[in-house]
């Protein structure tokens, strides 16, 4: 959410960022905006020299009335009692412009940083490099569940009766393997000096607001009928949300967490949900890294989260790529995004398996969390990435590591985790 003050002064700013964005719908909004401000400063202005009045006359009724001018007091009381009303009324003016004013303010995108390429979708994403050497062996590489399959590792048929699609059951060596991944990435990120997290699955509605926008609200959550709650989509919600309403002591920045929870996504949209395969599904877990920090530090921490996955994937062998995310492709509250992005033998491509993003100060106006700084109060910039999200990660792993004959290596950072096992054996 912008700062009301940059937008007063900075309107062209803001539709230009708007341009970039691909969002011409939203333009006319900022003019409203602009108009709403007015009316609302003109409200308070005039309320501010209405109760002046009030204080004033107020004073004058204590001393007609110990002069016997009981008669004019009474007119002054009378006085009084129409400004209050007039200040009732403007106040339940200014509560319905300044729903208005945040609703609108809630809606118009984060300024971009100046190096983000401009472009309508992810199809316009800009490589930056590649990590490791993506391979292509000379024998055919199985559909992901198939590989699973041969170790007796997934059932998604049963898992279509009681959930529908969308969902899997992982089992065996394969189920050990998931929890394997998230266990290594949540060890890998403590030994970087973050702090382990196990965040609330559950979230209340200012929180959803505070942390995304209404679209990716409508296209992901879901909300449990009844109640003020909705189950996260990951676990960033919940850690940005840990400092809802809050002044942080500047010395103590920044808060470093990675977190593991369950994320559960509607997947509305262009690419759905798959029927056959665990890509892009309703349910999966996932170690996620948060970095609560001072303005001027956000622009490193964030390469140096999009690094920490990189280094992670690297330490499995597996080859990946970090690409910038276009303007057209940026959620609004974003103002920078990287994504990671893993090499598939089998398609011979990349597919997205992290990514990186830079909110600036966005969540942390919508959700009130101010930094005691030596120089006053400040907002705080807030960052997250994906460590790992399994099953994405076991797709990456399991076809960077198959063998001809169906068995898959084990990477060693893994086999401890594995109880020592090194290659998992096709079972059928």
């Known amino acids: 959410m912008l700062d009301m003050n940059f937008i007063r002064?900075?309107?062209?700013?803001?539709?230009?960022?708007?341009?970039?964005?691909?969002?011409?719908?939203?333009?006319?909004?900022?003019?409203?905006?602009?108009?709403?401000?007015?009316?609302?400063?003109?409200?308070?202005?005039?309320?501010?020299?209405?109760?002046?009045?009030?204080?004033?006359?107020?004073?004058?009724?204590?001393?007609?009335?110990?002069?016997?001018?009981?008669?004019?007091?009474?007119?002054?009381?009378?006085?009084?009692?129409q400004i209050g009303e007039q200040i009732e009324a403007n106040e339940t003016k200014e509560e319905e412009l300044a729903a208005q004013i945040k609703k609108i303010q809630m809606t118009i995108p984060n300024i971009i940083d100046d190096d983000v390429p401009i472009g309508k979708d992810d199809s316009e994403n800009v490589e930056i490099q590649k990590f490791g050497e993506n391979k292509v062996p000379s024998f055919e590489i199985p559909y992901h569940t198939d590989i699973m399959e041969s170790?007796?590792?997934?059932?998604?048929?049963?898992?279509?009766?009681?959930?529908?699609?969308?969902?899997?059951?992982?089992?065996?060596?394969?189920?050990?393997?998931?929890?394997?991944?998230?266990?290594?990435a949540r060890d890998f990120m403590i030994a970087r000096g973050f702090t382990y997290a196990v965040p609330p699955f559950m979230i209340r509605s200012n929180v959803v607001s505070g942390v995304m926008s209404f679209a990716e609200m409508e296209n992901m959550m879901y909300k449990i009928e009844g109640e003020d709650l909705y189950l996260i989509g990951t676990s960033e919600h919940s850690m940005i949300g840990k400092f809802i309403d809050t002044i942080l002591d500047e010395d103590k920045l920044p808060y470093t967490y990675t977190s593991y929870s369950p994320c559960f996504r509607k997947e509305k949209g262009a690419h759905g949900i798959e029927e056959r395969g665990v890509y892009r599904i309703h349910q999966f877990e996932k170690q996620e890294m948060i970095v609560v920090c001072k303005p001027e530090?956000?622009?490193?921490?964030?390469?140096?989260?999009?690094?920490?996955?990189?280094?992670?994937?690297?330490?499995?062998?597996?080859?990946?790529?970090?690409?910038?995310?276009?303007?057209?492709?940026?959620?609004?509250?974003?103002?920078?995004?990287?994504?990671?992005?893993?090499?598939?033998?089998?398609?011979?491509?990349?597919?997205?398996?992290?990514?990186?993003?830079?909110?600036?100060?966005?969540?942390?106006?919508?959700?009130?969390?101010?930094?005691?700084g030596k120089d006053g109060k400040y907002f705080a910039h807030t960052l997250n990435n994906t460590v790992v999200a399994p099953p994405r990660m076991l797709i990456a792993l399991l076809e960077n590591n198959l063998n001809e004959d169906g068995s898959v290596n084990i990477p060693k950072v893994l086999w401890n985790y594995m109880g020592g096992t090194e290659k998992l054996i096709p079972n059928k």
């Open 9 to 81: 002064n900075n309107p062209d700013v803001v539709k230009e960022n708007i341009k970039k964005k691909f969002q011409d719908q939203k333009l006319p909004l900022v003019d409203e905006l602009l108009e709403l401000d007015k009316q609302y400063r003109a409200i308070k202005t005039q309320d501010d020299e209405l109760r002046g009045k009030r204080n004033s006359i107020s004073k004058q009724i204590g001393a007609l009335m110990g002069q016997g001018k009981k008669e004019e007091a009474e007119k002054i009381k009378s006085e009084v009692t």
């Open 151 to 184: 170790f007796g590792g997934i059932d998604l048929d049963s898992a279509r009766k009681v959930a529908g699609n969308g969902f899997y059951y992982l089992l065996g060596d394969i189920a050990r393997l998931h929890s394997a991944c998230l266990a290594y």
């Open 297 to 372: 530090e956000s622009r490193e921490w964030f390469w140096k989260l999009a690094q920490n996955t990189v280094d992670l994937f690297r330490s499995l062998d597996i080859p990946v790529r970090t690409l910038e995310c276009c303007s057209g492709d940026l959620a609004d509250l974003k103002c920078k995004s990287v994504d990671v992005e893993a090499w598939s033998p089998r398609q011979q491509k990349y597919f997205e398996v992290g990514s990186c993003s830079n909110l600036t100060d966005a969540q942390a106006r919508r959700l009130g969390i101010r930094v005691n």
